[in-house]
């Protein structure tokens, strides 16, 4: 059997490619576990996997594989983390930092409760249980009594009369 390569294809890479294909999706999880994008584990779990290829006929024990290879991007990650360490040094001066004023979450919130307690009462039930209990439309119609369609009229209204609100114009205006 000829491989990609031009090299043929032995039972260590058949019995390898078995392998990835069984524990590819497992290990991938725990690739996407140490790094902060799909991109950057599937990137990792490859490394640690031509690793693992190259060890492949040191590793006696089938039942240890999983755990090599775990070794493997943990490893690989570590050594990754302090490549892209920063360097901190000390300083006389303390660089300005913006401090975010948490403030405007209550307010934004307390205009966007009191939009909504303007609402009609049907509108509004249905508003929060769509937005803030995040019931299906389907779950709101059987809660409230009525069918799939009427809950998403109601929605559609309410919401419209939102977009008009004054308050929640202005809101929107100055944040």
């Known amino acids: 059997m000829v491989g990609v390569t031009g090299t043929a294809q032995t039972p260590r890479y058949d019995e390898f490619s078995s392998y990835v294909a069984e524990r590819g999706p497992a290990l991938m999880r725990m690739a996407r576990s140490l790094t902060n ?7 990792l779990l490859q490394a640690a ?11 006696a024990n089938p039942k240890t594989r999983d755990g090599y290879v775990r070794r493997a991007m943990v490893n690989t990650q570590i050594s990754e983390w302090r490549r892209r360490r920063l360097e901190v040094f000390p300083t006389d001066e303390i660089p300005e930092q913006r401090v975010e004023d948490p403030t405007w979450r209550t307010d934004l919130a307390d205009v966007v409760e009191r939009a909504v307690s303007r609402l009609p009462e049907r509108q509004r039930a249905t508003v ?48």
Not at 37 to 43: G, K, L, P, T
């Open 37 to 43: 994008s799909h991109a950057d584990a599937e990137d």
């Open 49 to 59: 996997l031509v690793k693992t290829f190259l060890a492949w006929d040191r590793i």
């Open 128 to 175: 929060v249980l769509r937005y803030y209990e995040d019931l299906t439309e389907a779950q709101i119609a059987k809660r409230m009594g009525v069918t799939i369609g009427t809950v998403k009229s109601t929605l559609s209204r309410a919401v419209d009369k939102l977009r008009l609100d004054a308050d929640l114009i202005i809101e929107r205006t100055l944040g």
